[in-house]
């Protein structure tokens, strides 16, 4: 299988409900829509990267619902940002009273906020270029911080709301910050 990232330009801006079809009719790939309105498919991941994804979602998940701080989504959920982009992080977290009302009724409806914190965790296919304009592309539209996770170069870059970017080694043990109190994870666990 020929796991290369497609990109389509489009003629025109592709509408939410167009970009949910598309995923709902192509289940085996995953689409996010740039602000520009071009679209990015994004090949089933490998073993690894798979277990990787998981993992950050499972910890994740259990701290925030262990300290009911609000809700975590997996990577096929849909955040439609400020700039009109639809991005699907690897894992995502969204504080308790932010989401909009009813958002848990809309199953077919990306969430129109940007999560709280994000992770991204490279693939070996991914470019490391690519995965850090979409983390500045988080912070420009309302995410408090972020995690990429290099595999490759076995490191991580945290991303803050001020701008500031701090590389950790593979030894370092990342934190959720004030944006997820009280999370921890040492990033050997994700590399």
Excluded at 10 to 15: D, G, I, Q
Excluded at 64 to 72: A, H, I, R
Excluded at 95 to 117: C, M, S, V, Y
């Amino acid at each position: 299988m020929n796991s290369e990232k497609i990109t389509v330009e489009s003629l025109y801006t592709v509408t939410d409900e167009e970009l949910m079809l598309m995923s709902s009719q192509n289940p085996e790939l995953r689409f996010e829509r740039n602000a520009n309105g071009t679209l990015e498919t994004m090949p089933p991941t490998g073993g690894i990267s798979g277990n990787r994804e998981i993992k950050a979602g499972a910890y994740l998940l259990y701290w925030v619902e262990s300290q009911d701080l609000g809700e975590v989504f997996g990577p096929s959920t849909g955040f439609r940002l400020a700039n009109t982009a639809v991005r699907a992080p690897d894992a995502a977290f969204v504080a308790k009273g932010r989401l909009p009302q009813g958002w848990d009724q809309q199953e077919d409806k990306f969430i129109n906020l940007a999560p709280d914190f994000v992770i991204e965790i490279r693939s070996q296919n991914d470019s490391l270029q690519k995965l850090k304009a979409k983390m500045v592309e988080y912070i420009a539209n309302g995410v408090r911080l972020g995690w990429l996770i290099d595999r490759q170069n076995q490191q991580a870059l945290v991303y803050h709301l001020d701008g500031s970017i701090t590389q950790y080694p593979a030894t370092a043990i990342l934190s959720g910050e004030d944006v997820v109190p009280g999370f921890t994870l040492p990033l050997a666990k994700l590399l």
